[in-house]
């Protein structure tokens, strides 16, 4: 990760508001939640809340990572969405661009994560201790030596998707953390929460969200 955090500035692009939820594309290199430092206090939490006080953070998303983002508008819907995506009653839909050419058309990667301790925030594969990490993941197209794909987590492991993606050989591009030499030398983190898929807290019903990728 870069030393200094320079976050875009870009206007807050709201995707949905209702009574019980407001959803945003999250831009690359903003993060989501403040971090440590008053040079690490603007995120897209405090600039929800500055258009709407009341919101409440319900999920995270990496600061380089861009997409759908969903806050509470009340304690009530935050609790009831939370406990969608610890019970993993979520969808989650994103678009990566990964370096090399995969050849296979459609694939899961099946294995179990933890925090790598000594090079914190970075996580690794482990088979004894690690927590249980499944992603679905499929071809889209090749874009020269790279190419694109949708994956779809079933879980919500902290890197998970840069991790099975480097574990498959072909890391996510622009990846400061596990992406190397011309697979990191590119503008920004190619991973993009496109579509997200919840109930909502009053009813029920159905709803998906999506913003597409600006990649």
């Known amino acids: ?3 200094t955090y320079d976050p875009p500035n870009t206007p807050l692009d709201v995707l949905h508001e209702d009574a019980q939820l407001i ?11 403040p971090g440590r430092g008053a040079h690490l206090a603007d995120c897209l939490l405090t ?7 009341q919101a409440l953070l319900v999920h995270r998303l990496d600061r380089d990572t861009s997409g759908v983002m969903v806050f509470a508008q009340s304690p009530h819907a935050q609790r009831h969405l939370s406990m969608q995506f610890e019970k993993r009653q979520t969808r989650k839909a994103y678009v990566a661009r990964v370096w090399g050419r995969v050849e296979q058309k459609t694939g899961t990667v099946d294995l179990p994560l933890i925090v790598d301790w000594p090079n914190r925030p970075l996580q690794m ?7 249980s990490a499944v992603t679905d993941w499929r071809f889209v197209k090749f874009e020269g030596e790279t190419t694109r794909v949708r994956l779809f987590p079933k879980t919500g492991r902290s890197h998970q ?4 993606m480097l574990a498959l050989g072909h890391p996510i591009l622009g990846d400061p953390f596990y992406a190397e030499g011309e ?10 929460s496109e579509e997200l898929r919840l109930k909502s807290p ?3 019903v159905s709803m998906k969200f999506r913003a597409p990728a600006d990649f």
Request: aromatic share 4%.
């Open 1 to 3: 990760m870069s030393e």
């Open 23 to 33: 959803v945003v594309n999250k831009p690359s290199g903003l993060l989501s939640v």
């Open 47 to 53: 600039r929800v809340q500055a258009a709407f006080p």
């Open 125 to 131: 594969v482990c088979h004894e201790t690690g927590k």
């Open 161 to 164: 998707l840069r991790v099975h």
């Open 183 to 192: 697979a990191r030398d590119f503008p920004r983190l190619m991973l993009h």
């Open 202 to 204: 009053e009813g029920g």
